[in-house]
């Protein structure tokens, strides 16, 4: 099995700011996704984090706006830019382990 | 992109009541996860059935794979309050690819 972590869990950002999630796996896992889910909602997939080369992100999602970075076979950061309202959401961190995926807590994003 | 249909999306019961939560596709499944959802957590998983018509049991809940493998249901026997969250199933398109989910079941179960 394999325990995710998120930092931060939580934060209030202003409009136009930037934030960065990171996400840590406790065991070497070979795939590494980032969701989002709006509050009430179901999780979409905005990226597959790939370790070493340019992240693959879903439709509707841009790297300018989600950068991602995955140094290694345990971290990854997601970064919300030039952030807005609509981007209040909850942000969740995912490894993929043989044919079970764990996720992390998620981190509540709230853009003011 | 497999869609998967998730019916229905709120439901409030009593504790001790039975409830059904299905799933579908237009698509044949390869596999099919549910998952369980708490606030302030990520989903953790609760099943994977592969084979159509298979049939497992946690506990009070048991899942189902219908045959044609479009289509899966779990059953909550005598809910409790502690069954409270968020039910989704998933999928994916093939081997490595990530989980794609469906919309979710919103259970309540009111002591």
Redesign the interface.
């Given at each position: 099995s394999a325990v995710?972590s998120q930092k931060p869990s939580r934060d209030i950002c202003q409009r136009g700011t930037s934030l960065t999630i990171q996400c840590q796996v406790d065991s070497q896992v070979?795939?590494m996704?980032w969701y989002r889910q709006q509050p009430?909602?179901?999780?979409?997939?905005i990226a597959?984090a790939n370790q070493g080369s340019e992240a693959t992100y879903e439709s509707g999602f841009v790297i300018d706006k989600f950068p991602i970075s995955r140094p290694n076979l345990t971290f990854s950061t997601l970064t919300v830019s030039n952030m807005s309202p609509e981007d209040s959401s909850i942000y969740?961190c995912?490894g993929?382990l043989g044919?079970?995926?764990?996720?992390?807590?998620?981190t509540r994003l709230t853009v003011l | 992109t497999q869609l998967l249909e998730q019916s229905p999306q709120f439901l409030s019961i009593q504790e001790g009541e039975n409830l059904t939560v299905y799933c579908n596709s237009s698509s044949v499944f390869s596999s099919l996860q549910w998952y369980r959802q708490e606030p302030g957590e990520g989903p953790v998983l609760l099943v994977t059935v592969v084979t159509g018509g298979e049939v497992k049991k946690l506990k009070r809940l048991t899942f189902q794979f219908g045959d044609a493998r479009k289509d899966s249901s779990l059953h909550i026997t005598a809910a409790q309050p502690g069954d409270t969250g968020l039910y989704l199933c998933a999928t994916r398109n093939s081997g490595n690819t990530p989980l794609v989910f469906g919309k979710g079941t919103r259970l309540s179960v009111i002591a």
């Open positions: 995710i070979t795939m996704f009430g909602q179901s999780l979409t997939l597959t969740l995912s993929g044919d079970t995926q764990y996720f992390g807590p998620g | -």
